[in-house]
């Protein structure tokens, strides 16, 4: 892949959203990242991207406790989208309910990281997801639900 990775981050908390990109501004290639707070932000911002014509995240990371819509709801919402569904979707997220991680994979979620407590756990989680983005592990994933699967 060629520029920078493209992130949507779904996340409420200002502080957990600036770790996060504090830890992925760390090494090499450089990684975008457009935050927003909510799910029909997040809906509005791929709507507005798709009807322009530019291209859409290379990941998207959503958190599940959300103001407004919850966010397995928003994940529910994105990957009903035939467009949108083939972006992949990490869940990032404090909840320990493993009916709700169960739901998240059900629904199409590539992985359910539990939100980092300290630093050292913010530096593993990116150094983990910029691997997997320059492997192309996600970039196989969009292939294969670009092709109709809707399952990781």
Same mark, same amino acid.
Request: glycine share 8%; proline share 7%; charged share 25%.
């Given at each position: 892949?060629?520029?920078?990775?493209?992130l949507l981050?779904?996340?409420?908390?200002?502080?957990?959203?600036?770790?996060?990109?504090?830890?992925?501004?760390?090494?090499?290639?450089?990684?975008?990242?457009?935050?927003?707070?909510?799910?029909?932000?997040?809906?509005?911002?791929?709507?507005?991207?798709?009807?322009?014509?530019?291209?859409?995240?290379?990941?998207?990371?959503?958190?599940?406790?959300?103001?407004?819509?919850?966010?397995?709801?928003?994940?529910?919402?994105?990957?009903e989208d035939?467009?949108?569904?083939?972006?992949?979707?990490?869940?990032?997220?404090?909840?320990?309910?493993?009916?709700?991680r169960a739901?998240?994979?059900?629904?199409?979620?590539?992985?359910?990281?539990?939100?980092?407590?300290?630093?050292?756990?913010?530096?593993?989680?990116?150094?983990?997801?910029?691997?997997?983005? #320059?492997?192309? #592990?996600?970039?196989?994933?969009?292939?294969?639900?670009?092709?109709?699967?809707?399952?990781?």
């Amino acid at each position: 892949m060629t520029g920078p990775f493209r992130l949507l981050l779904i996340e409420d908390n200002p502080g957990d959203a600036d770790l996060v990109r504090e830890a992925l501004a760390i090494g090499d290639p450089p990684v975008e990242i457009t935050v927003v707070e909510r799910v029909g932000d997040a809906l509005t911002w791929l709507d507005d991207r798709t009807m322009a014509g530019e291209p859409l995240p290379d990941l998207i990371i959503h958190d599940l406790n959300l103001p407004g819509v919850h966010g397995i709801q928003g994940i529910r919402m994105i990957k009903e989208d035939p467009l949108w569904r083939v972006v992949p979707l990490l869940v990032l997220s404090s909840s320990e309910v493993e009916s709700e991680r169960a739901v998240c994979r059900e629904l199409g979620a590539a992985a359910f990281w539990s939100k980092p407590r300290v630093w050292e756990e913010y530096e593993a989680f990116a150094a983990h997801l910029r691997h997997s983005l #320059q492997s192309g #592990q996600f970039l196989i994933m969009r292939l294969a639900w670009g092709a109709g699967s809707t399952q990781s």
